[in-house]
């Protein structure tokens, strides 16, 4: 799989992972609030702040009932119907151009998930860089048809989806003409398990689909998007919002400023760790091998001498003959006057 390139953003293995700011609707229904947020990600090094582009009304019917109240106990928004949901959460579409320019102001890709045809098409007046694809979305393959008839990357979160059907998913987006894809591990609860998470799919996911990688993550915390960084996903999604106490219907799971910042900076530390399959000094050991145990004279010595374990040790530095030759070493006679302090060598023999 090549990288991705999103304006002068790269995404692949040989780059830093791509974060993503997820606002969803952590705006609380304030313009003011939500270009806050995109303040406050581009401060704490976010590489991209996504948006979603819905109306209740392109999201589901204005009616309760089965299948559209939510009873679940378990659930953060239990007791409401799908549609007050969509309507409390969705960003007005007025102020997606202001949120977009907020983010281009700041170094940040600012783009967006649609949920219908008429999202698309609102999103590519704004000519937003690329899309992503929602976990409840990703069987709706003519909706991924048309997002990939913009011939821009598409992000595909994989929540509840089977093989099968991530098969179909991104065989549709390829015959539209879809050419980067990235595939996010997912897990749609919320708040999500780690036990649930099941992060050693994401090498899978590349290895079969010939994709980029990731995790959209929905867990509390930063642990489980790191463990990803180190199973080699290349992109991570988090929701955000400025503080889990001003309330909001994803604030409960979402990261705060400084816990960004903290992803970002950590992401970056895993990455570089990860390097390559290397046994051997690297260049920065090299000079530490002189601090290494070595063979070392320990008392001063006559021509004739025998080695025993008073005048011969292994010790620090390392400028002397490995301790794999100690037990061989003894009892041998040495051939010159040597002085205490002297590191072995061969030509102590003769």
């Not at 999201?59 to 009873?71: H, N, P, Q, R, V």
């Not at 010939?210 to 929905?218: I, P, R």
């Not at 004739?304 to 100690?326: E, S």
């Not at 041998?332 to 002085?339: A, Y």
Request: glycine share 8%; aromatic share 8%; net charge neutral.
């Amino acid at each position: 799989m090549s990288e991705i390139t999103v304006f002068d953003r790269k995404i692949g293995p040989g780059h830093h992972p791509f974060i993503i700011a997820e606002m969803s609707g952590n705006h609380n229904q304030s313009l003011a609030r939500a270009l806050a947020i995109v303040d406050a990600a581009a401060k704490a090094g976010a590489q991209a702040l996504k948006i979603q582009t819905y109306t209740a009304d392109t999201m589901t019917l204005d009616m309760a009932g089965e299948g559209f109240s939510i009873s679940d106990q378990s659930s953060l928004w239990d007791g409401t119907t799908l549609y007050k949901l969509y309507l409390q959460a969705y960003t007005p579409w007025e102020w997606h151009k202001p949120i977009f320019d907020r983010c281009r102001e700041l170094g940040m890709i600012g783009f967006s998930t649609p949920f219908d045809s008429s999202a698309v098409d609102f999103l590519e007046t704004l000519d937003v860089p690329l899309y992503k694809i929602a976990s409840f979305e990703n069987t709706d393959l003519p909706l991924i048809r048309r997002v990939a008839a913009t011939g821009k990357p598409i992000i595909i979160s994989t929540g509840m989806a089977t093989l099968a059907e991530l098969d179909e998913t991104v065989r549709a987006a390829r015959s539209a003409g879809a050419r980067d894809i990235v595939l996010l591990k997912c897990t749609s609860s919320y708040p999500a398990s780690p036990a649930d998470s099941h992060i050693r799919t994401i090498p899978q996911m590349r290895d079969i689909f010939g994709v980029e990688a990731g995790l959209s993550d929905h867990t509390f915390g930063i642990g489980v998007p790191l463990a990803a960084i180190a199973l080699g996903a290349t992109v991570i999604e988090k929701h955000f919002t400025l503080a889990r106490a001003d309330g909001g219907v994803d604030s409960a799971f979402s990261l705060e400023p400084a816990e960004l910042r903290t992803l970002v900076d950590e992401s970056l530390r895993v990455w570089q760790a990860l390097g390559q399959s290397r046994f051997g000094p690297t260049d920065k050991e090299k000079k530490s091998l002189q601090f290494r145990r070595s063979l070392y004279i320990t008392e001063d010595m006559k021509a004739g001498d025998t080695l025993t374990a008073t005048n011969l040790r292994a010790i620090r530095p390392g400028l002397g003959l490995p301790p794999k030759y100690y037990e061989s070493f003894l009892g041998r006679k040495v051939s010159r006057d040597i002085k205490k302090g002297t590191p072995v060598s061969w030509d102590i023999f003769g």
